[in-house]
């Protein structure tokens, strides 16, 4: 099994930050990409921004400049580091890894819950 423990998200006001964690762990014998995505309310998921193993970033044209995606492959963590953020920031903010078993073949996409991020104007 493979759980993907979010946190950082809450209530910030226009212009301010917040540091959005995902820690994976279970039965993972590697990550390829991690990434970070986000849903509000009558919206389809979209991505926010993504990295490689080998630290290669991209970036919805909306966060660049503004967020900061990192990883940390020894503990199997992804950050998302979110500045100057704006009210339409506001949605739930989803992990997603791409992973290999250790009796797999095939990288495997997981969902974490998601975490609410609010940003009052």
């Known amino acids: 099994q493979v759980q993907l423990v979010e946190s950082g998200g809450g209530l910030v006001q226009a212009g301010g930050s917040l540091r959005l964690s995902c820690a994976a762990s279970?039965?993972?014998?590697?990550?390829?990409?991690m990434g970070w995505y986000r849903q509000a309310p009558g919206k389809q998921r979209e991505l926010v921004a993504r990295?490689?193993?080998?630290?290669?970033?991209n970036y919805a044209d909306s966060v660049k400049g503004r967020f900061t995606i990192s990883r940390d492959n020894a503990k199997n963590t992804v950050y998302l580091q979110m500045n100057s953020l704006k009210p339409e920031d506001t949605a739930v903010y989803y992990c997603?890894?791409?992973?290999?078993?250790?009796?797999?073949?095939?990288?495997?996409?997981?969902w974490g819950q998601g975490t609410q991020v609010t940003v009052s104007s």
């Open positions: 990295i490689t193993s080998s630290g290669v970033t």
């Open positions: 279970g039965s993972i014998f590697s990550i390829n990409a």
């Open positions: 997603n890894i791409q992973f290999l078993r250790y009796s797999g073949t095939n990288y495997t996409p997981y």
